[in-house]
C-alpha cells in the first residue's frame, strides 16, 4: 500500500465539520477534537517517555502478532520502541476521546509500552482500564514503569487476547481500542470477541485500518457490515458504534 496515495484520496474525500449531518460525528469534530492536552498531562507523557528512553539496557524483545516484523530483538527501549507505539497527534486523540467521552471501562487489546493506556488513563483518570500484551518482556517493563506513576488504575494482563477472552470477564466495556494483530484475519477475530463485551454506546476503536491493503479491505468489510450503524474514517484509526439508533452511515473524516 503507497500511503502517500492513500493520504491524497482520504484528503480528497474527508469532510470537515460543516459537512457532516450525524449530530454524534458533528460533536466529535466539534467539541471532541477541540479538547486540549492540560499542561500536567504534556509534562507526564514528557516524564513517561523520558524515563522508557533512558533506560539503556538491553532486552529480548517476544513482541507478538504482525506488527513485529522480527519475532524476537535485542535492543534498548528507545531502539525498539519507536514503530509500534501511539505517538503524535493519534496519541493526542485517544487522550481527547479519554476526556470528551469519559468511558468507565476500557478495553485495550495490545499494550505494547502502554502509551495507549497513558492517554486513556490521562484523559479520564477515573477510567477502569484493562490493557492486554502477550510480550513478557514488554509486561514486565510495564509492571516497573508504571509504578513511577501510581494514580491509574490500568489493570495488565500478560496474555494472548485468545487467553484473555477465554477468562469472560464480567464486564461490558464503553470504549474498546484492538491495537494488536495487524491482518485481517486476527482483526475480524478479536473484532468479533470485542462485540461480545460491547454495549450500544460502545466506541470500538481500529488502529492502523491503512497498514496494509489487508487491514485496509478488513476496514471496507467492516464499514459494510450492517451491524455497525456507524463508521468513521480518520486515516490511521477507524471509528465503530454499534447502534447509533438510525440508518447506517459511513464517514471520512479529516484528522
Ligand atoms: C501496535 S502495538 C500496541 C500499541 C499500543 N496500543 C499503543 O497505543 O502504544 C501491538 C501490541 O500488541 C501485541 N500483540 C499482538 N498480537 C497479540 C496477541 N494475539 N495477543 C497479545 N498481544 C498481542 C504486540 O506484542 C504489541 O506489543
Given amino acids: 500500500m503507497n500511503i502517500i496515495c492513500e493520504y491524497i484520496k482520504y484528503i480528497a474525500k474527508a469532510k470537515g465539520r460543516y459537512q457532516i449531518h450525524s ?14 492536552v492540560a499542561k500536567k498531562d504534556k509534562k507526564t507523557l514528557a516524564r513517561f517517555t523520558s524515563t522508557l528512553y533512558n533506560d539503556k539496557n538491553n532486552y529480548e524483545f517476544d513482541t507478538q502478532g504482525a506488527g513485529s516484523k522480527r519475532k524476537k530483538t535485542f535492543a534498548q527501549i528507545k531502539q525498539y520502541a519507536t514503530n509500534a507505539r501511539t505517538k503524535g497527534k493519534y496519541w493526542t486523540l485517544l487522550y481527547k476521546i479519554s476526556t470528551h467521552y469519559k468511558p468507565t471501562r476500557i478495553l ?48 495488565f494482563h500478560r496474555n494472548t487476547f485468545d487467553t484473555f477472552f477465554d477468562t469472560k470477564p464480567q464486564t461490558k466495556y464503553d470504549l474498546i481500542f484492538i491495537d494488536g494483530d495487524h491482518t485481517s484475519e486476527k482483526l475480524f477475530k478479536h473484532l468479533e470477541k470485542a462485540i461480545e463485551y460491547a454495549h450500544n454506546e460502545t466506541l470500538i476503536l481500529i488502529d492502523d485500518i491503512r497498514w ?5 479491505d478488513a476496514w471496507e468489510q467492516i464499514t459494510a457490515d450492517k451491524r455497525f450503524n456507524l463508521t468513521i474514517d480518520l486515516f490511521k484509526l477507524g471509528i465503530i458504534l454499534l447502534k447509533d439508533n438510525k440508518e447506517k452511515e459511513h464517514f471520512i473524516i479529516r484528522y
Fill in 23 to 36: 449530530p454524534f460525528v458533528y460533536e466529535l469534530v466539534d467539541v471532541c477534537f477541540s479538547q486540549k
Fill in 212 to 216: 496494509s491493503g489487508d487491514m485496509y
Fill in 108 to 155: 485495550e487489546l495490545g499494550t505494547n509500552f502502554g502509551f495507549g493506556s497513558l492517554a486513556f488513563s490521562l484523559g479520564h483518570p477515573s477510567a477502569e482500564i484493562d490493557t492486554v500484551e502477550g510480550s513478557n518482556i514488554l509486561y514486565e517493563i510495564n509492571q516497573k514503569n508504571f509504578k513511577n506513576f501510581s494514580n491509574h488504575k490500568i489493570e
